[in-house]
């Protein structure tokens, strides 16, 4: 299957600080890229849907001027969560999506701590 | 109604036993179907596709019942390597490309 990659795949940040979260599809170009988020013992949560150099679409509820998406290339996508705060500490994972075909590849996810 | 729904679960089974998941939408539009596999604090990976047909990957059997609107797997001979979170995800196309994950079926397989 198509290889996603995310980086980092763990962080701790201070409260109030910003941090990025780059997501890369290694051998496939993402004409769509997704962002989820997950609590403990609960189901994924999709934050925005991105194509490839429009803007990204926020599912209801999801802050879009906190969470910064920005799919530049067909390879690449991150989401900056700024102005963190404790509650937002989850796992945080990226998909993407190519060509015509439906399925998801999902890269190994970033677990955000917030201190 | 949620837009697709999972047997809540947890299943619990031994070795060597059967089990099937099955996954309602409600979206008669839906055009494709997946199950992915979750393990714990790892991300979800693609299992099978889900065709009209029927799709069998080793011990793995999916099937989709449009008429009904659901989708099911199977899995025989369960191995302790199997337990997982196992996920429905159902993608409509018509109206704006759209993938629904359901919350998912957690699986124990026990010696």
């Known amino acids: 299957g198509a290889v996603v990659s995310q980086h980092p795949s763990w962080v701790i940040c201070k409260s109030g600080t910003s941090v990025k979260i780059e997501c890369r599809s290694l051998?496939?170009?993402?004409?769509?890229m997704f962002w989820y988020r997950q609590f403990p013992k609960q189901s994924l949560m999709l934050m925005a849907t991105?194509?490839?150099?429009?803007?990204?679409?926020?599912e209801q509820g999801v802050e879009k001027d906190k969470f910064l998406i920005n799919h530049a290339s067909l390879t690449l996508s991150t989401l900056t969560v700024t102005s963190a705060h404790p509650e937002d500490s989850s796992f945080y994972i990226c998909?993407?999506?190519?060509?015509?075909?439906?399925?998801?590849?999902f890269g190994p996810g970033t677990r955000l701590t917030v201190t | 109604r949620k837009e697709v729904e999972q047997d809540p679960g947890p299943f619990n089974v031994p070795e060597g036993a059967t089990v099937a998941f099955n996954c309602t939408y409600s979206?008669?539009?839906?055009?494709?179907f997946f199950w992915y596999r979750q393990d714990c604090r790892k991300e979800p990976k693609l299992l099978m596709s889900?065709?009209?047909s029927g799709n069998e990957d080793g011990r793995f059997t999916a099937q989709l019942n449009r008429a009904s609107q659901y989708i099911s797997l199977l899995i025989r001979d369960s191995k302790l390597s199997d337990s997982a979170t196992y996920l429905c995800?159902?993608?409509?196309?018509?109206?704006?490309?759209?993938?629904?994950f359901g919350a998912g079926t957690r699986l124990f397989v026990k010696a």
């Open positions: 998909s993407a999506r190519g060509g015509q075909t439906y399925e998801q590849y």
């Open positions: 051998d496939f170009q993402a004409t769509t």
């Open positions: 991105s194509n490839e150099g429009s803007k990204a679409t926020y």
């Open positions: 979206n008669s539009a839906s055009q494709s």
């Open positions: 889900v065709y009209s």
């Open positions: 995800v159902v993608i409509t196309v018509t109206g704006g490309f759209k993938t629904i």
